[in-house]
């Protein structure tokens, strides 16, 4: 199945990866190959990562982080702290490199340095 790439903030877009959660949920993400695509899909983040059974389970953690912070923050509720607990730690990992050349930006980075990019783009949405 393809990926849905349609908030404009990669941690949206991760939240994004399960489908129907109050009927029959569908999860994008069932393997550690399903992330490692959905990663080399999003704009903006670097187009090859692997992702360990230890950084997949990161990775759908951070994933219902993100969507729980962000249905408080649409219901007007206060956020859950296990929540910002996530998205708040994985925020402060390693960064994705960023390089400019002719061809233009070229992002490289491991599956932790992607989960902190994405955290700290869901923590930028979350703010407004």
């Not at 080399?40 to 951070?62: H, I, K, M, N």
């Amino acid at each position: 199945m393809d990926f849905a790439f349609v908030s404009g903030n990669p941690a949206l877009d991760l939240a994004g990866t399960v489908l129907s959660r109050r009927d029959e949920p569908v999860d994008l993400l069932a393997v550690p190959a399903d992330l490692e695509r959905w990663v080399a899909a999003c704009e903006g983040l670097p187009d090859r990562v692997t992702a360990t059974p230890s950084a997949f389970a990161a990775a759908l953690t951070l994933r219902e982080a993100v969507y729980r912070l962000a249905l408080d923050r649409v219901l007007d509720r206060r956020f859950d702290l296990p929540s910002l607990e996530v998205v708040n730690a994985a925020a402060a990992g390693p960064l994705p490199t960023v390089r400019l050349g002719d061809a233009g930006v070229r992002m490289s980075g491991d599956l932790p340095a992607v989960l902190t990019q994405v955290a700290r783009s869901g923590i930028a949405v979350l703010a407004d």
